[in-house]
Each structure stands twice: as structure tokens, then as C-alpha cells.
């Protein structure tokens, strides 16, 4: 799905990855489910390109539904797979600690189990090699994407700010979908590690000049960072 000249995102608004195409090839923020493979290459087929075409695979957070397919990705086309440091075990298949869910409805949650069952969600394959980022790296990929460090969804939890494409990419560390109540609007994730300290990292973004901000689940939020931070914190 186009969303602007370098911007589209792969996959809805149960589970979303973004590609962000320039003159120099393209840029991967997220991989969404295993079964996001094809959306990938039916999106890449509509642009012209080929997995060939893409430089790198910038993750948010090394959650399951985030890393679908990554591995296959990188093995297939040796593309490298960026996530922070404190992410990367994660990313690679270590247990994770177990956070809470809050609040969840019948209908929502069947439908977003069923939804990742169909996409491959049961058998999704960790990641064997990363290249580990920080705070204030500018990777040397299409659209120079920027590291910005959002702890509290996971300890690695990152925004991605590509100028570029007039976009910050924020993975879990908000939601404008919650897929266990089918609420829509910003507010915090569920499956959060740290909640507090996850809304107290979204003031690192609300100064961003930027036009779109894009979650991991949930409608696209055209409109600035700071509006889409006021209005979580208004739903608290």
C-alpha cells in the first residue's frame, strides 16, 4: 500500500511492516508475521523491484510479531537485519519476560490470534545474526534511517525517524489499534515490560518534525508525533 513517494506499509492495521523505497533501494522497518513474506514480495513486485532492491531490515522491538520474516530474509538475500543491543537476544529467540496484557475482549483477541495463526505466527523463526544499533545511530540505509531509544515496550524498543519519507516508525511503544480489545486510538501497548517508563519515552519523539507517525498495529496517524503523545496521555 503507497502511502506517500519513499513510504508504504505491508500487511493492515492487525500487524503492519513499512518499506521505505529512494533512488539507493529500499529500507524495511519491521517484518511483521512469517506470512508477511508474500505481502512483501506482491508489494515489491508492484513497485518494480525485488528483495535484491532491499539494503536493510530495521527492527523495533525483537518481538515475534515484529521479526515474522526477517530470518528468511536475511538468509535468502544476506540482507542485514539491524535491532538495538537490548533487543538482540530477543530478536534471536531468547525467553522473554512475561508482561501484562490488560484488559482484552473475546471477539478482538479471537480475531488477532486467528488473523497471526493464518500469517505464520505459530512458527516464526528467530533471527541467527544481527547487527546490534544505539541511541543516535544514523544507519548507512536508504532514507539514513535515525535510532531513537524507546524503552518500556522492550528494553530495545526503538523509534525509527526517516526524514525522508516524513516519518517516525514506533513499533509497540504506542498503539492507535489495541489488538486484544479492538479499541482504536493512541494509547499504550499491551504486552508492555514497563509501562511507565514506555509512556515516559514517548516525550522523546513529540518534538519530531515529522508528518506520519506509524505503529506497529493500528491505523496510520497523519499528524504530528506530539498530538498523537498528547492524545495517549489524555486516555489514560
Partial sequence: ME???HLRRIGNDIVAAYMIETADGITVVDAGLPGHWRDLRRELDAMGRSPDDIRGLVLTHGDSDHIGFAERLRREYGTPV???AADAARAMG???PKSEAGAWR???TTGFLTYAARKGGLRTTPLTAVHEVE???ALPLPGSPTIISLPGHS???IAVLVPEADAVFVGDALTTRNVLTGRTGPAPAPFTDDPAQALDSLQRIEHLPVAWVLPGHGVLWKATPASIVADVRAGL
Fill in 82 to 84: 539491524f535491532v538495538h
Fill in 94 to 96: 531468547a525467553p522473554t
Fill in 3 to 5: 502511502l506517500g513517494p
Fill in 155 to 157: 528494553p530495545g524498543s
Fill in 135 to 137: 541511541d543516535g545511530d
Fill in 106 to 108: 473475546l471477539g478482538a
